[in-house]
């Protein structure tokens, strides 16, 4: 390979890690409709049907039914393999179902007649990875989705933006980099970035798994305080505690299928699946 062929290789390479992470952001992130239309509808914000999906030959979810209402926090547990993230990412088709229907706020995601992206506007997601820019500040980082997606100005998104970085206590490190903030600050940063897209429905997909145990606290005070100001979650997580304390409903999956489902209190302290008997005695 020639040197001009390696550099051509090397800048085509960038640009594609550039353009998935741009594409995660706006698939990840929400748009705000009119409080009106929100309040007309009072079904489930969330509702899986009968979900299925299959990698190959490899059935990762088998008939998964889960509806998630609004200000509802749903915890989704489970063994390593049981589906948990492939269902989160099914909701918003970061992974594409192999059947079954998916209906955000009673629009139906999987019809192949839906506008994907614009039910995508109203899903916020928070992955185990960060993925923020590394070479813009939280301060950008949590603008530039609100500019290229929702076309705000960069006025208006620079007020959202700070806002939103209080609201998680980094509004001090506004202007620091990524590589200048540890992992759970990094976290914040993106949990600010989906705020600020003024999402209806978050999503968190192991979202301190990547941390140090020390740093896992802060964000999951961030998430006990979304939860308390009522916005509908639904989170896959180990975190038993915070499961304990924050959900409203608890669903445990193994080996791609929702084995038990119930109250805190229900799923934790009086399990009626020997599975669910099994996983929880190997973690206390």
């Not at 989705?145 to 929702?150: D, E, I, T």
């Not at 915070?242 to 799923?267: L, S, Y």
Request: glycine share 6%; hydrophobic share 40%; charged share 25%.
């Amino acid at each position: 390979m020639t040197k001009d062929n390696a550099t051509a290789t090397a800048v085509n390479a960038t640009e594609a890690q550039v353009a998935e992470v741009q594409t995660q952001v706006a698939a990840a992130t929400a748009q705000a409709t009119p409080a009106s239309d929100t309040q007309a509808y009072d079904g489930p914000m969330v509702s899986i049907q009968h979900l299925e999906k299959s990698f190959g030959s490899t059935k990762v979810l088998r008939d998964v039914n889960i509806d998630v209402h609004k200000g509802e926090v749903v915890v989704v547990l489970g063994p390593s393999g049981s589906g948990k993230s492939t269902m989160l990412r099914c909701i918003n088709l970061l992974e594409k179902p192999t059947s079954g229907h998916i209906y955000i706020e009673g629009k139906e995601i999987t019809d192949a007649k839906t506008n994907v992206n614009e039910l995508r506007e109203h899903v916020g997601m928070v992955f185990q990875q960060f993925n923020l820019f590394r070479h813009l500040t939280a301060k950008k980082n949590v603008m530039l989705a609100q500019m290229k997606v929702l076309k705000r100005s960069a006025e208006e998104a620079e007020k959202i933006a700070m806002q939103q970085l209080k609201a998680v206590g980094m509004e001090e490190r506004a202007d620091f980099y990524p590589s200048q903030l540890s992992g759970g600050q990094q976290q914040r940063v993106a949990i600010a970035r989906a705020l600020a897209m003024d999402p209806h429905v978050m999503l968190f997909d192991e979202a301190t798994s990547a941390l140090d145990p020390e740093l896992v606290r802060d964000v999951l005070d961030v998430m006990r305080n979304l939860a308390k100001a009522g916005m509908t979650m639904v989170v896959v997580t180990h975190e038993m505690g915070f499961a304990r304390d924050v959900a409203d409903r608890v669903i445990f999956m193994a080996d791609g299928v929702v084995e038990e489902e119930g109250t805190p209190e229900e799923v934790f302290d009086h399990p009626k699946s020997d599975r669910t008997k099994d996983f929880l005695g190997h973690i206390k």
